[in-house]
């Protein structure tokens, strides 16, 4: 009987260890979940953040349309000196603008050189549209 007694106390002791081990793992997979959904987070904010400013440097580079929107080559973004102080990554930067439809332009990836010549269009927002 005492052998019986002792060997439930190991396995307790075991069982405890393991419900031990195991929440302590989780915690720590939640915590790197949270991390990485607040990383995801900030990223996104960081994205809409250079999308406005892209915008912005759309407006001042750019030639306006009757339609309220702004047109400007690939070239003169890329060789502006503001917009390479602003931007660490310019093409990065317009297929976010292309994804959320902020802007348009032809093809998937600009280069130097040669696409300076692609028109990258600015469509009117919103409250731009309606204000015309």
Known sequence: MGDRMASKRVL???????????TCL???YLSQLLNS??????QAMNVEEEVGRLKEEIQR????????SYKVTFGVLFNDD???NIFEALVGTLRAAK??????YDGELLLQGVHDNVEII????AGTTAAA
């Open 12 to 22: 307790k002791r075991q069982a405890t260890h393991t419900l031990l081990l195991t």
């Open 82 to 84: 503001r917009c390479a």
């Open 61 to 68: 580079l750019g030639q306006a349309q009757s339609d309220g």
């Open 122 to 125: 600015l469509l009117p927002s």
């Open 99 to 104: 994804k959320r439809k902020v802007v348009t």
């Open 26 to 28: 989780l915690q720590k």
């Open 37 to 42: 959904r607040c990383v995801l987070q900030l």
